[in-house]
């Protein structure tokens, strides 16, 4: 039994008694604490009493003080007295083992607040899990004091599929177990999107839950009111189960009114409503005339309802529905409602195609907001925000921050990680990419980072009626809920988002749990590597045409024939990797580059894969005959499957430049490489659905059919050879040019090593009206040929601008500067060096395989 009343304390820390003998604990708490600290605290009793620990008022073996560190309280009288510095900020913790209380060894247990407390709780209880049955409870447990990287660490749901979503809104059970998942990795956020290119459902969603009196005519044509009060009542318990742990639910409002085509909101659906009569399961009775004034009436209701609710997403731009010459009249009069009556609610506006003049409105009435954007485009690229985007979105707000990080800065960014159009299904695993991508966070005094649930998209496609459905075979499934499968992806993103240097312990212990401690560290590092492969093509190897969610899956999609994937401009990276065409064109005319070949990410892919493959083989090597668990036999499933399709991508990344030297040079030769690339790429594809097998079903939804999205690793196989048919039928009527050379791609096994550099760090501000330095040391045994600095402010609408580095004899560095008249108070600063050495090998520094690869300055100010 907890106790929650207020004892007097001698504590120390001296000659505190050994906890090996544990057999019952006392756990003294404060008084009235709220309700996410006594979740957390129960979930400490659980985990002694799975043990066989008693837990109990009286004399027992070790006590536990918890309660709040700050006044004169338990656990904080208790830190005082051992002289432990109390946990400050909000959500921060502290754990103090090995302290004595009235001659028994005490735990200290203090948080900052509710939430901390909590998160420390918490960490004890998984710590207690960790330990055998039958020994010391406390073996793990460890002193700690931790306060958050980032203060908003969110998952961001869609609810995109009505039979789906509502699979999970009305399972109470469901949310408990998810909820306690999200707690235990420190998550604080939940955002709860409504209407994402779902043919209308959701758009809006406020009739879904509740009437709006004075517009009788807006509603959901079928929707009784008994399944109205049913969704509202379920969606009260999830908003209640989430603070229970500590979790803000901020919704997402993305649809205003629903225009079906005329906005793109079908989602590609061709069962979708085109928006101009009452279809089931849609609103009706919403146009133009009363948009507005149901909007307004049906925000103040909403907040009526629901009281707890203090934040509230917006999408802003013409995917809501609206119109162009609507956008600024309509968000005037919504802000005009928050600035009267809601001025509590922070307002987060999502930037996508936002114009300015939208965000100086909501400053001017007032309002407290902040802006949320993509890290990179709607796919999961490397851990960092790209070097350059594409230019077909250098001039809008789509891909990511534009040039909105200026300064003075008036508001904060929340970056969205938009892993859910990438990484859909596969388990995810990298504790490097997670802390990387978290630190990029901090970009513009970043305070929160979102990422998508695992599955996020799943059923899309689907009609709202379709039953759901587990994606795995059931004779592979270990799980209750689905979204249980994905807990490594949650602790890492979860846990290193509060903390970057969060001890391994937490993940690697689970590991250990869920696969034995032979299987655990094969199992970890295969899944790690195999994290990789998604965000490399992402990066290196992915259509323009691929940029949206709902458009592109390189997961399962193989991404179009030969001649379409060769002629790709460039990667959503394109400051870092060169494109098939411009390689080609380097072979062609003998140039240099400092980016990334597609002949080095081709060793990179075979390389990666190999190393997936011998984990596993490790990790299966391991068991010593014993019989795989389910979970195991998934893990290195899904770590085969992205084996092969990272070895797919070696060969269509040859096979890329082969295909584009033949269209430049007029080389048959080149053109036959293609074919024998692409033969072997085609295998590869091959060799990924045999690793699939039947794990899992034939028919997964992910997105619409229109859109060529898969249901099936195997359905790509008949794309492929109808057009490795065409490919072949193109090479029997292809003419080669008269005298032409013969051109190829560097060996695939010719691994060059590129220069080798370091930056002399200097000044770390920069200051208007001085030249900022940049100086580097150079290692090229063949000698350097060309090194250049290049710059712009953080600005994506800027291209890079160069200065070449010269050598300082003196000090034995390049040394270069970004001259005094760029330097300007409203942009910081971003550089990095492009170095090539005699051999024709390059490297752009900052290495982007170790850390972001370029440096971010601030100016002063």
């Known amino acids: ?132 049955r039958g020994e010391d409870p406390f073996e793990y447990a460890r002193s700690v004091s931790e306060r958050p990287f980032l203060r908003e660490r969110g998952v961001a749901i869609f609810a995109m599929n009505r039979a789906y979503f509502e699979s999970h809104l009305l399972d109470e059970r469901y949310w408990v177990r998810y909820f306690d998942m999200l707690a235990a990795d420190r998550f604080n956020r939940l955002v709860l999107t409504f209407g994402y290119e779902d043919g209308g459902y959701m758009a809006p969603f406020y009739p879904y839950f509740f009437g709006v009196e004075g517009f009788p005519e807006v509603h959901v044509v079928g929707l009784t009111p008994e399944q109205q009060v049913r969704n509202f009542r379920a969606l009260k318990v999830l908003i209640r189960l989430a603070a229970e742990r500590g979790i803000r639910v901020k919704p997402g409002i993305w649809e205003h009114i629903y225009r079906g085509r005329l906005r793109g909101q079908d989602g590609g659906n061709l069962w979708a409503s085109d928006g101009t009569k009452p279809v089931k399961g849609l609103v009706w009775g919403l146009d133009a005339k009363n948009l507005v ?31 162009q010459d609507e956008i600024e009249g309509f968000w005037h009069e919504v802000f005009g409602f928050y600035r009267k009556e809601r001025r509590n609610v922070r307002l987060e506006l999502r930037v996508k195609e936002l114009p300015k003049s939208v965000i100086r409105d909501a400053q001017a009435q007032g309002l407290k907001i902040q802006l949320d954007t993509k890290i990179w485009m709607e796919q999961m690229g490397l851990p960092f925000h790209p070097t350059h985007i594409n230019k077909q979105n250098q001039m809008d707000s789509r891909h990511s921050y534009a040039d909105l990080l200026e300064y003075p800065q008036t508001y904060h960014m929340n970056w969205t990680l938009w892993n859910g159009g990438t990484a859909r299904l596969l388990l995810w695993g990298d504790a490097d990419y997670a802390r990387r991508m978290v630190e990029s966070a901090r970009l513009y005094d970043g305070q929160g980072m979102t990422v998508t649930e695992m599955e996020a998209t799943k059923m899309l496609g689907e009609l709202h009626d379709t039953p759901p459905r587990d994606f795995l075979n059931a004779r592979y499934r270990y799980y209750d809920y689905e979204s249980e499968r994905y807990w490594a992806f949650y602790r890492l993103f979860g846990r290193i988002s509060y903390n970057p240097s969060t001890a391994p312990d937490v993940w690697k212990q689970e590991f250990a749990r869920r696969f034995g401690p032979a299987a655990a560290p094969h199992v970890e590092n295969a899944l790690k590597l195999a994290s990789r492969v998604l965000p490399r093509i992402v990066a290196a190897g992915m259509s323009y045409q691929m940029f949206p969610t709902t458009a592109g899956w390189v997961e399962m999609m193989h991404l179009g024939g030969l001649p379409q994937y060769a002629l790709q401009e460039e990667g959503s990276d394109a400051q870092q990797f060169i494109s098939f065409r411009d390689e080609a064109a380097s072979i062609f005319e003998g140039t240099d580059t400092a980016m990334r070949r597609p002949e080095e990410t081709s060793r990179w892919f075979a390389t990666t894969s190999a190393a997936i493959l011998a984990e596993v083989a490790a990790a299966e090597r391991s068991l010593s005959g014993k019989v795989a668990g389910n979970e195991f036999r998934s893990t290195m499933t899904d770590a085969k499957i992205l084996a092969a399709l990272a070895r797919y991508h070696s060969w269509r990344q040859l096979g890329g430049v082969n295909y584009c030297l033949y269209k430049q040079a007029g080389d048959l030769g080149a053109f036959d490489e293609a074919i024998s690339d692409e033969r072997n790429a085609i295998q590869a594809w091959r060799e990924l659905v045999k690793a699939a097998g039947d794990f899992y079903i034939d028919d997964m939804s992910f997105g619409s059919s229109t859109r060529s999205f898969p249901h099936h690793w195997k359905d790509e196989l008949p794309r492929l050879a109808s057009e490795f048919a065409r490919l072949l039928a193109e090479r029997k009527s292809a003419t080669g040019r008269a005298g032409v050379a013969t051109f190829r791609v560097r060996p695939s096994d010719n691994d060059p090593q590129p220069p080798k550099m370091i930056f002399v760090e200097g000044r770390q501000v920069a200051m208007p009206g001085r030249d900022f330095a940049v100086k580097a040391k150079v290692t090229a045994p063949t000698g350097v040929k060309s090194i250049r600095l290049r710059y712009r402010h953080v600005n994506q609408k800027e291209d890079y601008q160069s200065v070449d580095m010269t050598f300082n004899p003196r000090s034995g560095t390049y040394d270069g500067a970004i001259p005094d008249a760029f330097i300007d108070p409203r942009w910081d600063l971003m550089y990095f060096v492009e170095i090539v050495d005699h051999k024709g090998v390059g490297r752009n520094y900052p290495d982007l395989e170790v850390e972001t690869p370029y440096k971010v300055v601030s100016v002063a100010r």
């Open 293 to 323: 004034s149901y909007t307004v009436a049906a925000l103040r209701k909403f907040y009526r309802l629901f009281p707890e609710i203090d934040e509230t997403q917006f999408r802003m731009h013409g995917e809501s529905g609206l119109f």
């Open 1 to 132: 039994m907890v106790n929650f009343g207020f004892a007097f304390l001698m504590v120390s820390m001296a000659a505190a008694p050994r906890t090996s003998a544990v057999r019952s604990v006392s756990l003294i708490a404060d008084a009235n604490l709220d309700r996410p600290a006594r979740y957390g605290l129960e979930k400490v009793v659980s985990a002694l009493q799975y043990k066989g620990i008693t837990v109990n008022e009286g004399a027992a073996d070790l006590v536990i003080l918890a309660g709040l560190g700050h006044g004169q309280r338990g656990a904080a009288k208790a830190l005082m007295e051992t002289r432990t510095a109390a946990p400050a900020g909000p959500e921060a913790l502290t754990v103090r083992v090995g302290a004595s209380y009235r001659g028994k060894p005490a735990i200290i247990l203090a948080g900052s607040d509710t939430n901390g407390l909590m998160y420390a709780a918490l960490d004890l209880a998984d710590r207690i899990g960790w330990a055998r």
